[in-house]
């Protein structure tokens, strides 16, 4: 895959992460996602599925902060994900790239 579709793929997916694009993806980002995936499989408040999919969410935002918050401020900037992506930092390293 060339250099060029890497960054853009991932220049795309943290466009889609940042839900209110102020440049940072952060917990609020992740509750705003569960929100409207909520809101789009109309799960009522606080019913089994809606929680599981909360908590799913939840738990998607700490791997990524885990991962690539490394100035440890709470969010996490583009440079910041693409970093972590491209050198694997997630336990496993199923995110490393290129």
Same mark, same amino acid.
């Given at each position: 895959?060339?250099?060029? #579709?890497?960054?853009? &793929? #991932?220049?795309?997916?943290? @466009?889609? #992460? ?13 509750? @705003?996602? @569960? ?7 109309? !799960? ?8 599981? !999919?909360q908590?799913a969410?939840? @738990? ?31 336990? &496993? ?6």
């Amino acid at each position: 895959m060339s250099q060029e #579709l890497i960054e853009a &793929n #991932l220049s795309g997916a943290f @466009a889609v #992460l940042d839900t209110d694009g102020d440049g940072h993806i952060t917990v609020a980002d992740f509750t @705003a996602k @569960a929100d409207q995936m909520c809101a789009a499989f109309a !799960l009522e408040p606080r019913s089994p599925h809606h929680t599981a !999919l909360q908590r799913a969410y939840a @738990a998607w935002w700490e791997q990524i902060r885990d991962g690539a918050d490394h100035d440890g401020d709470g969010k996490v900037s583009q440079a910041e994900f693409v970093a972590a992506i491209r050198s694997g930092t997630t336990a &496993n390293g199923s995110y490393r790239v290129g």
